[in-house]
């Protein structure tokens, strides 16, 4: 693996926008920035030009000069350490967004001092300035690939400091009673005590339920980041594929009366008020000596088990007993019972109000899990989707941390696990040397979340994945 190294003395140049649009930026950092810069551009107002050097957050007009030419008319923005992104020289281009001269912008500066930047290396360089911590840094990537709402506020308040500032107060808690404990090995022979056992452990057991609820919201988080996933499962012919169109409003499924017609899974993506779901048509579950309908009834259930909420969907013409007995063989597929399973009875429009009453009665599910819709005609779609958002809405609250980031997870859950045996130890009176080992593991796991505690392998994994330019 290519791990990013830090070169204090290397300035660093990529383009900071995407293609298309009137206007292209490319952004330059380094301890040279300026004095590059000052090699092809040439300001219309030479003493704003100096001041800017001087003092930053001043924008200059000028031209871009080729050879002696006027490759383009441009706006630099100068910035002065360290108030600036990455708390380096900076400087940044606005120019016209022609292909051509982005990249000959790009060619001028690597040939005057210049080198090109590597994913993630702006933000690599903000968090060895100490301008944010390894858990903000990871927020701008989530940030820029937010695509609802949802994933965007929780990325703002990450990026905020929000998650570190709570991280950091519970490191250091832990941090003084473990200097506390380590003290008291310097003084083992005169049997003095100065971290108080019962104190510790009622902190220990404070912090390690406040780091397992962290570690609990990653499953929504993680839904909330990456799409909530919806699994539209039902024997065949029920209409999964009527109501995943109506759901996403577009003709995505083919649908036709002959059973078995999904063999395969269909996915698609909707934004509802901000969260983004996955909806998931699956494969008619019934028995079959199909073979290739088989894998999809498979791939059925691996999809239930993945989903965060299970639409069963059964046909109103359908007995009670059958569409129960379905109920009850999704509930037994579900090992996860923070799982929401939705019962609904589709083609409603062929009952009777009476009937629909009836039916109703008779079904075992949970009330407010319980729909009647007509796919084909759209009725109860409304409801459906009011549903699901309430059932993933409920689940979140404003002021709630929310872990959304998988090696946060995995550092949370073996913080928890260290903990656990501060506990076991304090209660079997194990000497104070272990104690201290494991408190300052738990320390070791928070810190590698903020970036206290970093390797070179840690730092390479996470900023490979940023675009180039940030």
Same mark, same amino acid.
Do not use: W
């Given at each position: 693996?290519?791990?990013?190294?830090?070169?204090?003395?290397?300035?660093?140049?990529?383009?900071?926008?995407?293609?298309?649009?009137?206007?292209?930026?490319? *952004?330059?950092?380094?301890?040279?920035?300026?004095?590059?810069?000052? #090699?092809?551009?040439?300001?219309?107002?030479?003493?704003? +030009?100096?001041?800017?050097?001087?003092?930053?957050?001043?924008?200059?007009?000028?031209?871009?000069?080729?050879?002696?030419?006027?490759?383009?008319?441009?706006?630099?923005?100068?910035? *002065?350490?360290?108030?600036?992104?990455?708390?380096?020289?900076?400087?940044?281009?606005?120019? $016209?967004?022609?292909?051509?001269?982005? &990249?000959?912008?790009?060619?001028?500066?690597?040939?005057?001092?210049?080198?090109?930047?590597?994913?993630?290396?702006?933000? &690599?360089?903000?968090?060895?300035?100490?301008?944010?911590?390894?858990?903000?840094?990871?927020?701008?990537?989530?940030?820029?690939?937010?695509?609802?709402?949802?994933?965007?506020?929780?990325?703002?308040? &990450?990026?905020?400091?929000?998650?570190?500032?709570?991280?950091?107060?519970? #490191?250091?808690?832990?941090? $003084?009673?473990?200097?506390?404990?380590?003290?008291?090995?310097?003084?083992?022979?005169?049997?003095? !005590?100065?971290?108080?056992?019962?104190?510790?452990?009622?902190?220990?057991?404070?912090?390690?339920?406040?780091?397992?609820?962290?570690?609990?919201?990653?499953?929504?988080?993680?839904?909330?980041?990456?799409?909530?996933?919806?699994?539209?499962?039902?024997?065949?012919?029920?209409?999964?594929?009527?109501?995943?169109?109506?759901?996403?409003?577009? @003709?995505?499924?083919?649908?036709?009366?002959?059973?078995?017609?999904?063999?395969?899974?269909?996915?698609?993506?909707?934004?509802?008020?901000?969260?983004?779901?996955?909806?998931?048509?699956?494969?008619?579950?019934? +028995?079959?000596?199909?073979?290739?309908?088989?894998?999809?009834? #498979?791939?059925?259930?691996?999809?239930?088990?993945?989903?965060?909420?299970?639409?069963?969907?059964? @046909?109103?013409?359908?007995?009670?007993?059958?569409?129960?007995?379905?109920?009850?063989?999704?509930?037994?597929?579900?090992?996860?019972?923070?799982?929401?399973?939705?019962?609904?009875?589709?083609?409603?429009?062929?009952?009777?109000?009476?009937?629909?009453?009836?039916?109703?009665?008779?079904?075992?599910?949970?009330?407010?899990?319980?729909?009647?819709?007509?796919?084909?005609?759209?009725?109860?779609?409304?409801?459906?989707?009011?549903?699901?958002?309430?059932?993933?809405?409920?689940?979140?609250?404003?002021?709630?941390?929310?872990?959304?980031?998988?090696? $946060?997870?995995?550092?949370?859950?073996?913080?928890?696990?260290?903990?656990? *045996?501060?506990?076991?130890?304090? @209660?079997?009176?194990?000497? !104070?040397?272990?104690?201290?080992?494991?408190?300052?593991?738990?320390? $070791?796991?928070?810190?590698?979340?903020?970036?206290?505690?970093?390797?070179?392998?840690?730092?390479?994994?996470?900023?490979?994945?940023?675009?180039?330019?940030?």
């Amino acid at each position: 693996m290519t791990v990013i190294k830090f070169d204090p003395d290397t300035t660093i140049v990529a383009p900071a926008s995407g293609t298309g649009g009137a206007i292209s930026v490319v *952004r330059m950092s380094g301890k040279h920035a300026h004095s590059v810069i000052s #090699r092809i551009f040439k300001p219309h107002d030479t003493d704003k +030009e100096a001041d800017a050097k001087s003092n930053g957050f001043s924008i200059v007009y000028g031209d871009i000069m080729d050879k002696g030419k006027i490759l383009d008319d441009v706006l630099v923005s100068y910035f *002065r350490k360290p108030n600036s992104y990455t708390g380096e020289d900076s400087i940044e281009i606005s120019c $016209h967004a022609s292909s051509y001269i982005q &990249q000959r912008i790009m060619e001028l500066l690597i040939d005057n001092g210049a080198s090109p930047a590597r994913p993630g290396e702006f933000t &690599q360089r903000a968090f060895m300035n100490g301008k944010m911590d390894l858990s903000q840094a990871e927020a701008v990537a989530d940030l820029i690939s937010s695509a609802s709402e949802a994933s965007h506020r929780l990325a703002i308040k &990450q990026m905020r400091g929000g998650y570190s500032d709570e991280i950091n107060k519970i #490191r250091e808690r832990m941090l $003084h009673f473990a200097s506390m404990i380590e003290l008291e090995l310097d003084f083992s022979e005169e049997d003095v !005590e100065f971290a108080n056992r019962n104190e510790l452990r009622d902190m220990v057991l404070e912090i390690k339920s406040y780091t397992d609820t962290l570690a609990s919201s990653f499953k929504y988080g993680n839904a909330i980041k990456n799409g909530v996933p919806v699994a539209i499962v039902g024997k065949p012919n029920v209409g999964k594929s009527t109501l995943l169109n109506a759901l996403l409003k577009d @003709d995505r499924a083919i649908v036709s009366e002959i059973p078995g017609t999904t063999r395969d899974v269909i996915e698609d993506t909707v934004n509802i008020e901000g969260v983004l779901f996955r909806f998931i048509d699956t494969a008619g579950l019934r +028995e079959t000596a199909d073979v290739i309908e088989n894998l999809g009834i #498979r791939k059925t259930y691996q999809k239930i088990d993945h989903a965060d909420i299970v639409i069963l969907l059964a @046909d109103a013409s359908d007995s009670t007993n059958d569409i129960n007995s379905s109920y009850s063989e999704i509930l037994n597929q579900v090992d996860d019972k923070n799982k929401t399973i939705i019962l609904v009875i589709n083609k409603c429009d062929l009952l009777s109000e009476e009937k629909k009453l009836i039916l109703l009665k008779q079904l075992k599910c949970p009330g407010n899990k319980c729909l009647m819709i007509s796919a084909v005609k759209g009725k109860g779609i409304s409801e459906l989707t009011n549903i699901i958002l309430r059932s993933i809405k409920d689940n979140s609250d404003e002021n709630t941390l929310i872990v959304t980031n998988l090696r $946060h997870y995995n550092s949370l859950r073996s913080c928890s696990e260290s903990l656990a *045996r501060v506990i076991q130890n304090l @209660d079997d009176r194990i000497p !104070e040397d272990l104690i201290a080992m494991d408190l300052r593991q738990a320390i $070791h796991y928070l810190g590698e979340i903020t970036g206290e505690i970093s390797t070179d392998e840690i730092l390479g994994n996470i900023f490979k994945n940023f675009c180039i330019g940030k």
